[in-house]
């Protein structure tokens, strides 16, 4: 990136719009609407990505297929550009609370809901999984490391409400069991297993009694580091051997 302010501020917004998922195109601002009906995600080219990594592309595959979207409270965690809580909103979620924990992800966040005309639905707010306001969320989104993802679990799970989803990406193979056999010890079932070229994304199903097994817990303080994921998807239970 150009250390010139003016440089830097019109490159972010110089790039071709591209295709995410089956209904989002993301585009600078300014750009023409989508001419094949896609949902236009507008986001700045920048150190927080702005889709183009597989496990963001995951992700946004897997909300669009979730029923569960449309009036939902979806908690995105690790938001970065804040481009997955922008897309469950425009697929219909009623608000969105979107939490990193790295000051600049938190502007630009704000900025690009702000841009996506998605401010009176979204909160966007600097921090860690503990200062998500409100009750429980009916969708969780984790966009972050395999490790980090294993090392919240237990702080995920408690944020999901009895029925609720959990979709988690950013897993590196090797690391799909370990995470799979965490949350599945936590009383989830799998619903999405996908291998992408190198990451993997999970959807993870909380039972409707699930507050039996997973009460809360002090979230560890992690650093989130957030980009975006999808393909081959098998179904299983979550404590089964891969």
Do not use: K
């Amino acid at each position: 990136m150009s250390d010139h302010p003016t440089l830097a501020a019109a490159s972010e917004w110089t790039y071709e719009p591209f295709t995410l998922g089956g209904r989002f195109r993301v585009a600078p601002r300014g750009a023409l609407g989508a001419s094949d009906g896609r949902l236009d995600l507008v986001v700045a080219r920048g150190a927080f990505g702005s889709g183009e990594h597989e496990t963001t592309a995951s992700c946004v595959e897997v909300l669009e297929g979730l029923a569960d979207v449309r009036g939902a409270r979806v908690l995105d965690l690790g938001a970065g550009t804040g481009i997955l809580g922008i897309a469950a909103l425009a697929l219909g979620a009623a608000h969105a609370v979107l939490v990193d924990n790295d000051p600049q992800a938190v502007l630009v966040a704000r900025r690009h809901v702000a841009l996506n005309g998605m401010s009176d639905r979204a909160t966007v707010v600097l921090g860690e999984i503990g200062d998500a306001p409100g009750p429980p969320f009916d969708i969780v989104l984790a966009n972050l490391h395999g490790d980090v993802l294993v090392a919240l679990g237990p702080a995920l799970v408690a944020r999901v409400r009895p029925g609720g989803v959990l979709v988690l990406s950013g897993i590196l193979w090797e690391h799909n069991w370990d995470v799979r056999d965490a949350y599945g010890r936590l009383g989830c079932t799998l619903g999405e297993n996908r291998f992408l070229s190198e990451y993997s994304s999970l959807l993870m199903r909380l039972p409707v009694s699930h507050a039996e097994t997973c009460g809360p817990t002090d979230p560890p303080s992690l650093r989130l580091d957030t980009d975006g994921a999808p393909l081959i998807t098998t179904e299983a239970r979550a404590g089964d051997p891969a």
